[in-house]
């Protein structure tokens, strides 16, 4: 795994995965980075291929600021990843937000997610028209801890990606 908006990479390397993805579009490419800042600000010099959510990390409220970058981006889908999520995100303006995926961490020293800054994040989706995806619980192994968010699975997709 990479992140193809780390300042290493070539803005003429990002078009070029761009455009592959614009030219296989029976395929649907999920592109997730840390890197918000970069990429709002060569978003513009790039063709957005209607095939490509584009997202961003946002593990702790220390990170929420990738949100207002995300928003600015002429992607079909924007979504957030909330995984693993660190600890409360607070209050979220999730506007031209289309989807949250939220998560524990998992693995050898997997940190615990707290129950209320799930539920502080799925009942911001709920209230904002955001579909919203719980994938794990985490712990020692991604499925250790289960998927049910108080006892009911949660496998929301954006519209424009469900159909």
Not at 4 to 11: A, E, K, M, N, Y
Not at 33 to 57: C, F, H, Y
Not at 82 to 100: F, K, N, T, Y
Not at 128 to 140: H, I, S, Y
Request: proline share 8%; with cysteine; aromatic share 10%.
């Amino acid at each position: 795994m990479s992140d193809l908006f780390h300042d290493d990479v070539p803005p003429g390397f990002i078009a070029q995965v761009f455009e592959v993805i614009r030219e296989t579009p029976q395929h649907t490419y999920q592109v997730l980075t840390k890197r918000a800042q970069r990429l709002s600000r060569i978003a513009p010099e790039l063709d957005w291929p209607p095939n490509l959510p584009m997202g961003v990390s946002v593990e702790t409220r220390r990170y929420g600021f990738r949100i207002d970058h995300l928003r600015q981006l002429p992607a079909a889908v924007s979504f957030v990843s909330a995984e693993p999520l660190l600890g409360p995100l607070g209050e979220l303006d999730l506007a031209g937000i289309d989807w949250v995926i939220a998560g524990g961490e998992s693995g050898a020293g997997a940190r615990p997610m707290e129950l209320d800054w799930v539920t502080e994040l799925r009942d911001a989706c709920v209230s904002a028209g955001v579909a919203f995806f719980f994938k794990q619980w985490g712990g020692r192994t991604p499925k250790a801890g289960g998927r049910e968010l108080e006892g009911k699975l949660w496998d929301e997709l954006p519209l424009s990606a469900a159909s």
